[in-house]
T-cell receptor
């Protein structure tokens, strides 16, 4: 049972335009969400996160939106640059004390290609 | 520079052999994690440790073992019991206070000869 889903395996966007990557989750206990960027043969790099008490978080060109009622989050990249071409993973966790706290559940990733 | 170091980058194993993947961090993070990534898949948790001398199984622990004798180190052994060990293995660590992201090493690619 996939608790975090990224339904688009790939996305192509023109340089300078907006990239929108989507992620859905099923576990209502998740309350902390993250986006990671990954290049081939490298480890994922943390991009941006959002807590469930917020519905938006911005960091430079990256904005994450959270819609708790729809159990949906999205990552917006504006403007998109060729260096943004990578696989983007959505991850979710629930914050509580004790064993297993803050474990991340990952989606399968979306490969973003930014075309010059 | 602080970070997470995984070694080696590439590793080959013969059938029936155990092999150990190294993960060292100098970030003073309390929690450490091992994930496996297969083509077209997300990361799946193998084992994690929130404190020295303690570790817990993740979703796919069968055929793997770990130890956490030092805060900085969390080696993963892929045993001969792991039937499909060929994968990209990623180690991560995290400061164990509040909502903090996990930070990853650059991974080890394990292949069976």
């Amino acid at each position: 049972d996939q608790q975090v889903k990224q339904n688009s395996p790939s996305l192509s966007v023109q340089e300078g335009r907006i990239s929108i990557l989507n992620c859905d989750y099923t576990n209502s206990m998740f309350d902390y969400f993250l986006w990671y960027k990954k290049y081939p043969a490298e480890g994922p790099t943390f991009l941006i996160s959002i807590s469930s008490i917020k519905d938006k978080n911005e960091d430079g060109r990256f904005t994450v939106f959270l819609n708790k009622s729809a159990k949906h989050l999205s990552l917006h990249i504006v403007p998109s640059q060729p260096g943004d071409s990578a696989v983007y993973f959505c991850a979710a966790s629930r914050t509580y004390s004790g064993a297993g706290s803050y474990q991340l559940t990952f989606g399968k990733g979306t490969k973003l290609s930014v075309i010059p | 520079d602080g970070g997470i170091t995984q070694s080696p980058k590439y590793l080959f194993r013969k059938e029936g052999q155990n092999v150990t993947l190294s993960c060292e961090q100098n970030l003073n993070h309390d929690a450490m994690y091992w994930y496996r990534q297969d083509p077209g898949q997300g990361l799946r948790l193998i084992y994690y440790s929130q404190i020295v001398n303690d570790f817990q199984k993740g979703d796919i622990a069968e055929g793997y073992s770990v130890s956490r004798e030092k805060k900085e180190s969390f080696p993963l052994t892929v045993t001969s019991a792991q039937k499909n060990p060929t994968a990209f293995y990623l180690c991560a660590s995290r400061k164990e206070r509040g909502n903090q992201p996990q930070h990853f090493g650059d991974g080890t690619r394990l292949s069976i000869l």
